[in-house]
T-cell receptor
Framework: EAGVAQSPRYKIIEKRQSVAFWCNPI?????LYWYQQILGQGPKLLIQ????????DSQLPKDRFSAERLKGVDSTLKIQPAKLEDSAVYLC??????????????FGPGTRLTVT | EDQVTQSPEALRLQEGESSSLNCSYT??????LFWYRQDPGKGPEFLFT???AGEEKEKERLKATLTKKESFLHITAPKPEDSATYLC??????????FGAGTRLFVKA
């Protein structure tokens, strides 16, 4: 079974530039998550999709971050403009829709973003 | 506010030296507790889900237990390949999964 795919794996940009990350979840997983993981911390949920719809984006800095999930499959996360504090690993995860297995999340390798 | 606290921050063991990692939580109405393993440069890998106090789950040298206020991840006779960061998480308000900061485990041969 193919895992969660993410690209790019690494990205270096200057502050005020924009950047986009792509995620392809495991086939059949209705729920997709984007997390931000700062060095030395646990993942922090940015946005959670269930099929095409957003079920939680309460911790997404909406003035600069946006995300979409087209056709309930792939997703993109964009940052515009980037700030120094956005330097982190951005993780995508997916899971089944059922209530118990929903928390069994499968993570991609992440994108390491460095903002200079 | 929902919160997950893990201790210690880092743990160094000799191969074969058993120990435990702690995860304490404050949430209203626990709906489960999850343990993940994260290797450097990789995303977290799901290990266990525990749903009720007294429940235990085992996988190889790892055993997770749950009480009403905390969970323990017991590592029996660890090997160097068990070196990783171990994260615990709980479902928070709404649909959010709240992760702790993790315990970095180093096992020396």
């Amino acid at each position: 079974e193919a895992g969660v795919a993410q690209s790019p794996r690494y990205k270096i940009i200057e502050k005020r530039q924009s950047v986009a990350f792509w995620c392809n979840p495991i086939s059949g997983h209705a729920t997709l998550y984007w997390y931000q993981q700062i060095l030395g911390q646990g993942p922090k949920l940015l946005i959670q999709f269930q099929n095409n719809g957003v079920v939680d984006d309460s911790q997404l800095p909406k003035d600069r971050f946006s995300a979409e999930r087209l056709k309930g499959v792939d997703s993109t996360l964009k940052i515009q403009p980037a700030k120094l504090e956005d330097s982190a690993v951005y993780l995508c995860a997916s899971s089944f829709l059922s209530s118990k297995r929903a928390y069994e999340q499968y993570f991609g390798p992440g994108t390491r973003l460095t903002v200079t | 506010e929902d919160q997950v606290t893990q201790s210690p921050e880092a743990l160094r063991l000799q191969e074969g030296e058993s120990s435990s990692l702690n995860c304490s939580y404050t949430v209203s109405g626990l709906r489960g507790l999850f343990w993940y393993r994260q290797d450097p440069g990789k995303g977290p890998e799901f290990l266990f889900t525990l749903y009720s106090a007294g429940e235990e789950k085992e996988k190889e040298r790892l055993k997770a237990t749950l009480t009403k206020k905390e969970s323990f991840l017991h590592i029996t006779a660890p090997k160097p390949e068990d070196s990783a960061t171990y994260l615990c998480a709980v479902p928070g308000e709404g649909f959010k999964t709240i992760f702790g900061a993790g315990t970095r485990l180093f096992v020396k041969a």
